[in-house]
């Protein structure tokens, strides 16, 4: 499956900006879906995760609260709403899958994805 991230753009802080993801070439409906990003001269840091079923999400704790991963089978996507958004939370946001059989434990980890998306830029201007 293919993956490609868009909706990034230039937000103030206090904003709030949707990241979508589209799936082509298969259907996200058996896979873990997830959100990673990486920031200039950082590390990428997982920010969060939604089992294929859409029960079951992970954040990561900078962004609990403000963040909110979303799934829509029918049309093939992964949202990403980001509100309450930080200079910090500024990177390149990229969209993941993984089969359906891993674990909860592992959506904010590097092995729980196959798959990796182009990623879309996030600035979050003070």
């Known amino acids: 499956v293919q993956l490609q991230a868009c909706g990034g753009g230039l937000v103030q802080a206090g904003g709030s900006l949707r990241l979508s993801c589209a799936a082509f070439?298969?259907?996200?409906?058996?896979?873990?879906m997830g959100w990673i990003r990486q920031a200039p001269g950082k590390e990428r840091e997982f920010v969060g995760g939604i089992r294929w079923t859409g029960v079951n999400t992970r954040y990561v704790d900078s962004v609990k609260g403000r963040f909110t991963i979303s799934r829509d089978n029918a049309k093939n996507t992964v949202d990403l709403q980001m509100n309450s958004l930080k200079p910090e939370d500024t990177a390149v946001y990229y969209c993941?899958?993984?089969?359906?059989?891993?674990?909860?434990?592992?959506?904010?980890?590097?092995?729980?994805?196959?798959?990796w998306g182009q990623g879309t830029l996030v600035t979050v201007s003070s």
């Open positions: 993941a899958a993984g089969t359906k059989s891993k674990t909860l434990s592992t959506l904010l980890s590097p092995g729980g994805y196959d798959y």
């Open positions: 070439g298969g259907t996200i409906s058996t896979y873990n």
